[in-house]
């Protein structure tokens, strides 16, 4: 492929992956308060399974998760 070619290419894919970001952005109205919980359910996944109690602070972590995701959830609920 020429050098040309892979430019107007490369242009082309980080133009789609621009349009299709604005595109979710508008579909999805708080994308950070779904990250937000979807790294919360990774952390808590990762807790459950760890091989240690991190100092004794495991048991009231995951509660604070729960805690966190439960809110994270209210809110996007009263936000429609």
């Known amino acids: 492929m020429s050098m040309t070619r892979r430019s107007t290419l490369a ?3 980080a133009t789609a992956g621009i349009v299709l970001s604005a595109a979710t952005a508008e ?3 708080h994308p ?11 952390a808590k996944d990762y807790m459950q399974h760890a ?3 991190f ?3 495991r048991v009231e972590a995951l509660r604070d ?7 994270l ?4 609920r009263y936000d429609k």
Do not use: F, S
């Open 11 to 13: 242009g082309a894919v």
């Open 27 to 29: 579909a999805e109205p």
């Open 32 to 42: 950070q308060i779904r990250r937000a919980i979807n790294a919360l359910e990774r």
């Open 51 to 53: 091989a240690h109690d």
């Open 55 to 57: 100092g004794g602070h």
């Open 65 to 71: 998760c729960d805690e966190a995701i439960r809110q």
């Open 73 to 76: 959830r209210e809110a996007l």
